[in-house]
């Protein structure tokens, strides 16, 4: 396929009704299309991996488009080029969180790339950090709690940030971390109660929030 065919692709399945709903979650509709995930996932699997053609389609600006161009696109022919451009090309947090989780965080050095954007001013770069956190600790299933409590110290700074999408990362992230086994809860819970004697109503918020999901698992 070619991206112009995939574009009418997504253009026919289209559903505008949505796009009420979709900003209501907080979704940028600029250049959304309204086509559901569940769609886009049965379109990625028909295509399979085409590294040149996810470029073709990030290209376009489309929403859905771009979500798409993460699901088929290949990790390893990933560039530093790319990487840069397509995170400061962010500006929804679905695309975020999706091109994270199809995409970069199956990269060689995912881990360090998380670190690196936590540290970054840019809203959707920084929650591309957390949020690429939260979901190593989902899937990388054989990796050493070690690995992971070396984050706290990146979600402890991140964690005053008022910002709503970069709140709400941090919150993910030590949730998922802890939530992870036993040896990562303990700690994620004192992480919490550090963040609850802040004067930032962020971290406080965070800490509550995350308390509320750890102290029942």
């Known amino acids: 396929m070619k991206a112009d065919e995939i574009i009418r692709i997504l253009k026919a399945n289209s559903c505008p009704k949505d796009l009420v709903g979709m900003a209501r979650f907080g979704i940028n509709t600029k250049n959304a299309l ?24 990030w290209d376009t600006g489309i929403h859905e488009a771009r979500i798409l161009a993460g699901m088929i696109d290949e990790p390893e022919k990933v560039s530093s080029k790319q990487l840069e451009i397509w995170v400061s090309d962010f ?20 881990r360090e790339i998380a670190i690196r954007w936590s540290k970054r ?9 957390f949020s690429m956190m939260a ?3 989902v899937h990388n299933k054989e990796t050493d709690d070690k690995y992971f409590l070396e984050l706290f110290p990146y979600i402890e700074k991140g964690a005053v940030d008022e910002r709503n999408y970069v709140k709400k990362s941090v919150n993910w992230a030590v949730r998922q971390i802890g939530k992870r086994n036993s040896g990562l809860k303990k700690p994620a819970i004192t992480l919490c109660n550090k963040l609850l004697l802040m004067e ?11 308390l509320r999901e750890l102290e029942t698992v």
Do not use: T
């Not at 085409?50 to 389609?57: E, F, G, K, S, Y």
């Not at 001013?121 to 950090?129: F, H, I, L």
């Open 34 to 57: 309204a086509v559901k995930i569940p769609f886009l996932r049965k379109l990625a699997k028909q295509i399979g991996k085409d590294h040149a053609l996810a470029i073709a389609l």
């Open 91 to 110: 500006d929804s947090w679905d695309v975020c969180d999706q091109v994270c989780l199809n995409l970069f965080s199956y990269m060689k050095n995912a």
């Open 121 to 129: 001013d840019e809203e959707y770069v920084k929650r591309a950090g």
């Open 135 to 137: 979901i190593l600790a």
């Open 200 to 210: 930032s109503k962020s971290a406080r918020w965070i800490a509550r929030d995350a």
